[in-house]
């Protein structure tokens, strides 16, 4: 195997792992803690580049250099019978993109001001910014622009993917991709990608992040639906399959109403064609989520992806990573501290988030966590399917919606929450109550958290409205 450039944000660990090489980065456990191997693992193999300013054609020419690589040979042994792949469906699909300069990106954020930084992931920073409408007439639109690090160069193959499978794809799940920016000139490579921006975040962050208000049960398996219809949806409602690779809970971003969206498309690979059981790649993923299977063969499939899935359906159960260094050692990974609280044991409930103070249904998280344990099973062949899963799920929300909760002690409305109080007073519809809600949740978080208060008030002054 011929490796010549690896790469990492942050510090970084190395392990031999049999045949593969894994990095994983070393950063902040999100708990203020550093040194844990929990982040990304990745390894890149090197591709020439010319150092000289790319457009959107020169775009097009890379995306089939990039596609020629080592990852698609492994399932070529049938590709005379394969659909058209990402390269070809690019090419018709994605037009509707925008390519932007340089510059109109760094005024679009006052120059990458940290002030409107909204996010770090391995790759680079995230800025919130606003842009002119693409006709150049209108409000200008929010947008969120993610920069990759300079000195990241490798994640320029990322940097390509994301642009190619966001190009291609359309669902009210995945988050959408308005344009990009590539720049190569005798300062260096720019990467950019701009993204519509979500309001609210990630789900990781309003999992664990103590200062913000929980989210609610109910909100909780709505999320857990909008997501894994976004993966069935990768898997088997397009014209290719599309194995995402990299579901955790930073990817999944929340809109407006705390609707989940897909991000992140960077590691996303094509599925294996008719006749394949997998793809073989490259291991790639993140520490903590990415199935023990893949791990060990580098064999691809979109049970991969249901492994993953299972381990955020606990993280949303618990309120606890799929890695805690601080833990001790029989809790440091959910998978294995789960198992010994298995649904139907008394002790269950032991495992359940604190944060949502018994406001739960527990024959709901009893399913819930039924459902997770079927997506970690060991065989990928023994897992459901996503679409398995979203009919799952959609039969738990309407189970949970007909449970009385004298029968079952589920409350999923928080008492003495002052916007309920109005709204029961209003007799609102439930739909109604379920937006206000998720309204004084933003507010609350604005509230809480103080760096932001000065952010908002730059934002505003920049015209970007919060
Ligand atoms: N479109 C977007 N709108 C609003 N915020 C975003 C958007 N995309 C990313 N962010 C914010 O930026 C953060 C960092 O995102 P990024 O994808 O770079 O890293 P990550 O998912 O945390 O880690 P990794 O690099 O391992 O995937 C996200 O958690 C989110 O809070
Ligand atoms: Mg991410």
């Known amino acids: 195997m011929s490796v010549s450039v690896f790469t990492y944000c942050g510090s970084f660990c190395m392990s031999y792992v049999p045949a593969k090489l894994l990095i994983w980065d070393c950063g902040n456990d999100g708990n203020g803690l550093n040194g844990y191997a929990m982040n990304c ?98 409000n200008p639109i929010i947008v969120a622009v993610k920069r990759l690090n300079k000195d990241a160069l490798q994640g320029h193959k990322q940097w390509l993917t994301e642009v190619q499978f966001l190009g291609v794809v359309e669902h009210p799940n995945l988050v959408k991709l308005i344009g990009y920016c590539a720049l190569d000139d005798e300062r260096g490579i720019q990467r950019l990608l701009v993204y519509e921006y979500m309001p609210n975040k990630s789900l990781e962050f309003h999992l664990f992040n103590k200062a913000y208000y929980p989210l609610p049960w109910k909100t909780r398996l709505e999320i857990a639906l909008g997501a894994a219809q976004g993966l069935t949806y990768l898997h088997e409602e397009l014209e290719i399959q599309v194995i995402y690779r990299d579901f955790k809970s930073s990817n999944v971003l929340l809109d407006d109403d705390f609707k989940p969206k897909l991000s992140d498309f960077g590691l996303a690979r094509e599925g294996p064609v ?78 359940i988030d604190p944060r949502l103070e018994g406001e739960y249904s527990i024959n709901g998280a009893r399913k819930l966590a039924k459902l997770a344990d079927h997506c970690l099973r060991k065989s990928a062949k023994d897992r459901p399917t996503m679409r398995q899963v979203v009919e799952r799920l959609k039969q738990i929300i309407q189970d949970s919606d007909v449970e009385h909760p004298a029968d079952d002690k589920s409350v999923e409305v928080s008492e003495g929450d002052q916007v309920e109080a109005e709204v029961k007073g209003n007799q609102s519809s439930s739909s109604e109550l379920w937006k206000k809600r998720m309204e004084h949740l933003a507010k609350l978080g604005e509230r809480v958290e103080s760096t932001s208060r000065r952010k908002l008030m730059i934002l505003q002054r920049a015209n970007v409205s919060s």
């Open 274 to 351: 008719a006749g394949d059981t997998h793809v073989s790649t490259a291991v790639m993923g993140t520490y903590g989520y990415a199935a023990p299977d893949y791990i060990e063969t580098g064999h691809l499939t979109a049970k991969s992806d249901v492994w993953s899935f299972g381990v955020v359906l606990y993280e949303m159960l618990t309120g606890r990573r799929s890695m805690e260094r601080n833990r001790p050692k029989s809790e440091k990974k959910l998978v294995e501290w789960v198992k010994q609280y298995p649904p139907d044991s008394k002790k269950f409930d032991t495992i």
């Open 41 to 138: 693992f990745y390894y890149f193999r090197d591709k020439s580049r010319n150092r000289k300013q790319r457009s959107a054609p020169e775009l097009k020419e890379q995306v089939k250099l990039d596609f020629s690589g080592a990852e698609r040979v492994t399932k070529s042994s049938c590709s005379s019978a394969s659909p058209r792949g990402i390269p070809e469906l690019y090419e018709e699909k994605g037009h509707s993109l925008r390519v932007f300069s340089f510059s109109e990106l760094r005024h679009a954020t006052s120059d990458f001001n940290r002030l409107f930084k909204i996010g770090e992931g391995g790759f680079g920073s995230v800025f919130k910014g606003s842009v002119k409408p693409a006709d150049g007439n209108g």
